[in-house]
Nanobody, 133 residues
């Protein structure tokens, strides 16, 4: 049984930083693993923030590029999201997600399908991030 537990949310002023963590149990980081962070603000739909492949290759939403960094520690089974230069618009519940993705051949190279549009199978309960102006 896969469990994802997020932590690290809180309230900060604009310009501040937070680091979110997601500890995964029953889930193996490596092989064809694909993990990500999503967020949902009140009254809005869920938005992809960042994803990371087993290789460490990451993808980001345009709204967070240059400010957020996703990373993973295989030894600790933990996913991170470092958030800098936070804005009030970043206020949302942040969710950790994980799945095992297939490989496809693109331009003759096996490529893991892992990005912001990936359907993730496993989800955490979320951690609240509030940024005040």
């Amino acid at each position: 049984q896969v469990q994802l537990v997020e932590s690290g949310g809180g309230s900060v002023q604009a310009g501040g930083s937070l680091r979110l963590s997601c500890v995964a149990s029953g889930y193996i980081i490596g092989g064809n693993s694909c993990m990500g962070w999503f967020r949902q603000a009140p009254g809005k739909g869920r938005e992809g923030v960042a994803t990371i492949k087993n290789t460490g290759n990451a993808s980001y939403a345009d709204s967070v590029k240059g400010r957020f960094t996703i990373s993973q520690d295989n030894a600790k089974d933990t996913l991170y999201l470092q958030m800098n230069s936070l804005k009030p618009g970043d206020t949302a519940m942040y969710f950790c997600a994980a799945t095992y993705s297939p490989y496809v051949v693109i331009d003759g190279q096996p490529t893991l399908l892992c990005g912001l549009k990936t359907n993730f199978q496993y989800w955490g309960q979320g951690t609240q991030v509030t940024v005040s102006s």
